[in-house]
């Protein structure tokens, strides 16, 4: 019973959508519709182009190649050299760089950092050491080393003496690095 009320209720709902569906509907009163748009076309008026048939042509001087700026020789290594000394300029000012300092010493005897002070001064008087002072320890450390290998073999020179001595990074003066490299290179140790 329940479900023939419902079937009956669909076909019911589906016979008025059809109808109501398939319907002519009418916009306007007419039953048409049309419209004018001559008004906002736009509009392109054709001109034939006029060819002038007396005319002679002329005859085609060759022109000479004249050099420019470009051409120079040598222009780019002019510029190049000019913007390398600016660069160069510029890293003139720069006094620090990351690099490496071997620490000899960490302790709480300020005899012992000052031992280790003067041993670099007496055997290695081109390399500079360092004393700091952060209570109550006093660290020991040596040299601008801007490259690391630079730095362990300064390493394995102080080895027997100091064999608790590491290689750590640190902010170098370029100036004294570049002595102790090219000191590095004569052997004096």
């Given at each position: 019973m329940i479900l023939q009320k419902t079937i009956l209720y669909f076909l019911l709902i589906a016979g008025i959508l059809t109808?109501?569906?398939c319907a002519k509907k009418n916009?306007?009163?007419s039953g048409s519709y049309s419209e004018n748009l001559r008004t906002v076309r736009l509009r392109y008026t054709y001109v034939e182009p006029v060819i002038e048939k007396n005319k002679i042509p002329k005859k085609s001087v060759p022109t000479r190649y004249r050099p420019t700026k470009a051409d120079e020789p040598l222009y780019i290594t002019k510029?190049?050299?000019?913007?390398?000394?600016?660069?160069a300029q510029r890293n003139k000012f720069i006094r620090?760089?990351?690099g490496f300092r071997v620490q000899l010493y960490v302790g709480n005897i300020r005899q012992e950092a000052d031992a280790a002070k003067s041993f670099v001064y007496q055997l290695f008087p081109e390399i500079m050491p360092y004393i700091s002072y952060s209570q109550p320890t006093y660290r020991v450390k040596v040299g601008d080393f801007?490259?690391?290998?630079?730095?362990?073999?300064?390493?394995?020179?102080?080895?027997?003496?100091y064999p608790a001595a590491v290689v750590l990074p640190d902010?170098?003066?370029?100036?004294?690095?570049?002595?102790?490299?090219?000191?590095?290179?004569?052997?004096?140790?």
């Open positions: 109808t109501t569906g916009l306007s009163g510029r190049l050299e000019a913007i390398l000394d600016t660069i620090y760089i990351n801007m490259y690391r290998s630079d730095a362990e073999e300064f390493l394995t020179n102080v080895r027997q003496q902010r170098v003066e370029i100036k004294r690095g570049l002595e102790i490299r090219a000191s590095l290179g004569n052997p004096k140790y």
